[in-house]
């Protein structure tokens, strides 16, 4: 008689499995977290008419909002997330994104340590505290997660930070790396670009990395590879570097700090720039 094959355990039992090691597949993986994006958005656009509803609209809403926590829950909450992130994010699956911006730094000559103190990096939605480990000796990094998984990685919604009141405070370099397409809101995604503005120290040498799936701007109906440079310039910053392939998976992009030159209009509202059936949905609004 053939032996029986082991059960296949769900993937939230395995969320607390070390992040190196793949316990799930890649299609599992990439399952939960398209499917933990598309519910994060439908419970933002949820709680939108919750804020203007009333009466029987607003428990029709409510109990629709409970049954997508509670989806949230089955495929195993934001923990579940990070991990098969973090799996995606690998260097074993060549998704380590920190490994462009070490690149680009290099080359800005940025690992030559001099008299001056070390810049000040802050890494958004860091799934590990081990990311720039390699570049300690010329980068102060804080890496701060909405949900931390190790002790050295700050708890904090970044939304939620507050803007800093000196330039001691502030960072000479901030990593947001496959972060604004986990923002539901996209309202909230230019929000975020602002504050990542705000949190920079106001010379030319502060630099933001920004990393994105590649269908946000590649397969969107209301976001393209221009429309994304644009806006991001309109906010107060200049194109340093970009990097993508049309078969890959992820868009590379790293900006220098300048004083904003006014959002434009056409940043602050939804506009069809590609239509198709097969497009997402993904955009950016700045207001």
């Not at 089955?74 to 070490?102: C, K, N, P, W």
Request: with cysteine.
């Amino acid at each position: 008689m053939p032996a029986k094959r082991p059960r296949k355990r769900p993937i939230a039992s395995s969320a607390s499995a070390k992040a190196g090691s793949a316990t799930i597949s890649h299609k599992v993986a990439q399952a939960t977290i398209s499917s933990y994006h598309t519910l994060l958005k439908q419970r933002s656009a949820l709680r939108r008419q919750l804020s203007k509803a009333a009466g029987t609209a607003d428990i029709d809403l409510q109990t629709r909002l409970g049954k997508i926590d509670a989806q949230l829950e089955s495929l195993g909450g934001i923990e579940a997330y990070q991990h098969a992130s973090s799996l995606g994010q690998s260097s074993q699956r060549g998704g380590d994104t920190s490994r462009v911006l070490i690149s680009w730094l290099n080359q800005l000559g940025l690992n030559t340590p001099g008299p001056s103190a070390k810049p000040r990096m802050l890494e958004i939605g860091a799934l590990t505290p081990d990311n720039y480990q390699s570049c300690s000796s010329w980068i102060e990094n804080s890496p701060m997660d909405l949900n931390s998984r190790h002790p050295d990685i700050l708890e904090q919604d970044f939304l939620q930070r507050p803007i800093p009141a000196t330039e001691q405070d502030q960072f000479d370099i901030i990593s947001c790396s496959l972060v604004l397409n986990f923002v539901g809101d996209p309202a909230d995604r230019g929000r975020m670009l602002k504050l990542c503005h705000a949190h920079l120290r106001s010379r030319p040498s502060s630099l933001l990395f920004i990393t994105l799936p590649l269908p946000c701007v590649a397969n969107s109906r209301y976001m393209t590879h221009d429309h994304f440079k644009r806006l991001v310039g309109s906010i107060g910053f200049t194109l340093v570097e970009e990097q993508w392939r049309e078969s890959g998976k992820v868009a590379c992009w790293l900006w220098r700090w300048r004083e904003d030159s006014g959002i434009l209009p056409e940043f602050r509202s939804k506009k069809l720039l590609n239509d198709g059936k097969k497009r997402n949905n993904f955009t950016i609004l700045v207001e």
